[in-house]
């Protein structure tokens, strides 16, 4: 353990007749974890925490969550004020290097941004080899772990090479992005420009084309970058945690982000914002006011759920929708920006939150709830929405990789279970069978 975490009193766990003593650790915010690494050796016993809802697989100070009370910090800053007063760049600089960067750091972080968001000329033909229709997330994460053959990592990593590596991913994610969506429509690959910055860069790759120049609103400009914010870390999720679980077998680079764009991709996960609008247009379609809908989700046997509701850490409004739907009100009431899927999200969030199952069960909006309203008022089409995660975690994930790599020792993840299989039993060969 580290010397950031203060000791308190033990606890002592009583297994059969034996009293173990076992150390009890407390976190900057008062958070406390009882210390079972050497609880097998100790007892021959293991924890069973399915999920890992009640496990802390290691010491982080990028992010804090407070879910009981709707609180996000990233490296001690309050969300709402990033969301508010910052950029996408100067964020992923505070989250990889852990302070909001000066002028200089600020300038020379957007220029190396810049000069890294073309990619290999070579990887151009591989998005001729997917199929028309591919799902973005697929093309995303195959290209991403295909940088590794073109931007190779060395075996021993300087500083100025992981910061090359770090820079290369955080702007070359948007690059594949939209030349992934320019192939699924037909169009030519448009190359980043010099003239824009970041998410202005992203809207131009995405939507220019040589007969059309694209029109940036900043408004929209504005929205995408607070929303790739809200994205861009939140400790240990799922595809965080499995960011750290590659990471930790010291695997290249290129595919540990890779790994993470798979797990994120899932519908409990990143692919929830997908999900919601499938959800509202649905409603939309049938003309209800998204009582059955919330019925069917309140119903065990079917396996529907009310997207974008709900989290595993937060029992309380997500902190980051609070801010999304702000923005929804702001974007949607410009002229030519209505979107009646709105009026439908707002009127599913009043009748789910005066309703005793999501009441009683703590299941308030998440951050995928209003996103996708904000990227369909961009253009963006709904199967590009979690490639637009996928660009804000980025720089999480990234932190997160240099914080375990950097750590004083990297421990190669590696759970337990219990197993639950056949006794042993011997092999009969195939005639002896029937
Ligand atoms: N709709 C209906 N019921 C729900 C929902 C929902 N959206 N979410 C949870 N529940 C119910 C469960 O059925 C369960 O009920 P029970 O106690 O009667 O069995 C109870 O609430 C607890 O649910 P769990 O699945 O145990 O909660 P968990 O913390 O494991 O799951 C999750 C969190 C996966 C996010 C879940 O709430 C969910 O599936 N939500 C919808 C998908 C979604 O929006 N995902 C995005 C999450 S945010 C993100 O990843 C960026």
């Not at 290097?97 to 968001?117: A, C, D, R, V």
Request: proline residues 5%; contains cysteine.
């Amino acid at each position: 353990m580290s010397k950031k975490l203060k000791t308190i009193a033990p606890a002592m766990l009583t297994l059969e007749d034996k009293t173990y003593s076992l150390p009890v650790f407390e976190g900057a915010e008062n958070e406390k974890a009882i210390d079972i690494s050497c609880l097998r050796n100790k007892t021959g016993y293991i924890t069973l925490d399915d999920g890992y809802g009640n496990t802390g697989s290691c010491e982080s100070a990028i992010t804090y969550i407070d879910g009981e009370n709707g609180i996000l910090r990233y490296r001690g800053y309050p969300i709402e004020e990033l969301a508010e007063q910052s950029r996408f760049v100067e964020v992923a600089y505070l989250l990889l290097y852990g302070n909001l960067p000066n002028h200089e750091q600020l300038e020379n972080f957007s220029k190396g941004l810049n000069e890294s968001s073309i990619i290999h000329e070579d990887m151009h033909h591989f998005f001729n080899g997917f199929p028309r229709g591919s799902h973005p997330m697929g093309i995303l994460a195959t290209m991403i772990a295909s940088l590794s053959t073109f931007y190779p990592v060395p075996d021993i990593m300087d500083p100025v090479s992981e910061m090359q590596i770090v820079t290369n991913l955080v702007s070359q994610v948007r690059t594949i992005a939209a030349f992934s969506y320019k192939k699924s429509i037909g169009e030519p690959l448009v190359y980043p420009s010099i003239k824009y910055k970041y998410v202005a860069n992203f809207l131009y790759m995405m939507f220019s084309s040589p007969v059309k120049d694209y029109q940036l609103d900043e408004d929209i400009v504005k929205a995408i970058d607070m929303l790739l914010i809200l994205h861009a870390d939140h400790e240990q999720n799922c595809s965080t945690s499995s960011v750290r679980m590659a990471g930790s077998s010291l695997a290249n680079i290129y595919a540990v982000i890779s790994a993470g764009i798979a797990a994120l991709w899932g519908q409990r996960h990143g692919g929830a914002n997908q999900e919601v609008i499938k959800m509202l247009q649905q409603i939309h379609a049938e003309g209800g006011d998204g009582g059955e809908f919330i019925n069917q989700a309140k119903d065990k046997s079917s396996t529907k759920r009310l997207m974008g509701f709900g989290h595993r850490v937060y029992k309380n409004y997500d902190p980051r929708a609070t801010v999304l739907k702000k923005y929804c009100d702001i974007i949607l009431n410009k002229p030519g920006f209505n979107d009646p899927l709105f009026d439908i999200a707002k009127r599913l969030e009043e009748v789910a939150l005066s309703d005793d199952y999501f009441i009683s069960r703590k299941l308030y909006p998440n951050v995928d709830f209003y996103s996708g309203l904000i990227l369909r008022a961009a253009g963006i089409p709904t199967n590009m929405f979690t490639v637009l995660f996928a660009i804000g975690r980025m720089p999480g994930w990234l932190s997160h990789w240099r914080e375990m790599i950097h750590s004083d020792q990297i421990t190669i993840h590696r759970p337990r279970q219990i197993y639950v299989g056949e006794p042993l039993r011997h092999y009969q060969p195939i005639e002896m069978r029937d």
